[in-house]
Structure formats: structure tokens, C-alpha cells
């Protein structure tokens, strides 16, 4: 399985950017996906996922209202449509797959997640 994430860059407050990552080795329309985010000294943490069919999304709240996660199976590919970007967004993101698969539930941990891509890095300038 790969998981090739890309997207990221240098932006500044306010501004926007989309991650896309595109899988492939695996069934991808089976299994969920999911953004993590990881800044320097802090623990990995859950930004966003989506279902295996892509009818049910889920984000932190820090991320609410500002972030859209999205899939398009027949492209293997999964989104992060990101706006209105905060300095505090500023960190290594990684896309990710669910062990689960055909899972209905809420909960995405980074336990729950069995591949990793490599990260792209976002940072927001003030």
C-alpha cells in the first residue's frame, strides 16, 4: 500500500490550500481515510475523515467550519480542502487509512489507522 500525499506549502493567515493524497495497493473505496496533523512537539492529532463511501464526514473542532475532507474513489484519491488558515494550523500532515473496513462509526484514532502516507508540510504565516 502508498499513500502519496501532497499540497502542502508556505501560505499566509487567511489564505487556503488543498491536500490530496492518492493511494493505491489497496481496495480504496472499502476503507475510510483520514487527516492527522502533527506540529513540532505535540502528538499526532486527528484533523478530519471520511467514510468508506464518502456519505459521512468528521472533523476536530479546531478544524470545523474551515476544513472539507472529500474522496474520489474512482481516483483512489482523498481531500483537504483547508480555508481561512490560522498559524496555529502550521504543521506535518498525514493522510491515512482505516483499518476498518466498511466502517460506520465516528471514532478515527490514529490506533484506528493502518497506512500512513509520508506528510506534507503546511505552514501559515501571521
Known amino acids: 500500500v502508498q499513500l502519496q500525499a501532497s499540497g502542502g506549502g508556505l501560505v499566509q493567515a487567511g489564505g487556503s490550500l488543498r491536500l490530496s493524497c492518492a493511494a493505491s495497493g489497496l481496495p480504496f473505496s472499502s476503507y475510510g481515510m483520514a487527516w492527522f496533523r502533527q506540529a513540532p512537539g505535540i502528538e499526532r492529532e486527528f484533523v478530519a475523515a471520511?467514510?468508506?463511501?464518502?456519505?459521512?464526514?468528521y472533523y476536530a473542532a479546531s478544524v470545523k467550519g474551515r476544513f472539507t475532507i472529500s474522496r474520489d474513489n474512482a481516483k483512489n484519491t482523498v481531500y483537504l480542502q483547508m480555508n481561512s488558515l490560522k498559524p496555529e494550523d502550521t504543521a506535518v500532515y498525514y493522510c491515512?487509512?482505516?483499518?476498518?473496513?466498511?466502517?460506520?462509526?465516528?471514532?478515527?484514532?490514529?490506533?484506528?489507522?493502518?497506512?500512513w502516507g509520508k506528510g506534507t508540510l503546511v505552514t501559515v504565516s501571521s
Open positions: 491515512a487509512v482505516d483499518r476498518r473496513p466498511y466502517y460506520r462509526g465516528s471514532t478515527y484514532t490514529v490506533r484506528d489507522m493502518n497506512y
Open positions: 471520511i467514510s468508506w463511501s464518502g456519505d459521512s464526514t
